[in-house]
């Protein structure tokens, strides 16, 4: 997962945005289907967001797999993990065409990790 993370990141801001496009094209249609209709900039930027966060749960998730023992220990691992990779996810950013590394995606991303790591301790309750 954290391969798949730093891949997309590595991507100029031209596949990115492509990428984005096509869900956001989809979703679009959908929503429209019940008389919706969607700013498209804004749409993408909520897709882009929500896969930033979905990405970094699913990171946690399987992050916490890996360890065993008290899950209080697991979470440290956890959290510094998901911080890192968020940092380093920005980071790679700085050198992708036409991308940036922003702190507010530091936090985004830092978000999937704290709600993957709370949907890893509801779920082994």
């Not at 096509?22 to 700013?39: C, K, P, W």
């Not at 998901?82 to 530091?106: N, V, W």
Request: glycine residues 10%; positive net charge; hydrophobic residues 50%.
């Amino acid at each position: 997962m954290t391969a798949f993370i730093f891949w997309n990141s590595a991507q100029p801001a031209v596949l990115s945005s492509q990428s984005s496009g096509s869900i956001v094209a989809v979703l679009r249609r959908l929503l429209a289907n019940f008389g919706i209709y969607a700013d498209f900039g804004l749409t993408e930027k909520i897709v882009r967001k929500t896969a930033h966060i979905t990405e970094f749960l699913v990171q946690a998730m399987l992050i916490a797999g890996c360890f065993s023992g008290k899950y209080r220990k697991r979470v440290v691992y956890i959290l510094f993990l998901g911080l890192l990779t968020a940092c380093t996810d920005e980071y790679i950013q700085l050198f992708a065409d036409g991308r940036a590394g922003l702190i507010s995606d530091i936090f985004i991303d830092f978000g999937g990790t704290a709600l993957g790591t709370l949907a890893g301790r509801i779920s082994r309750r």
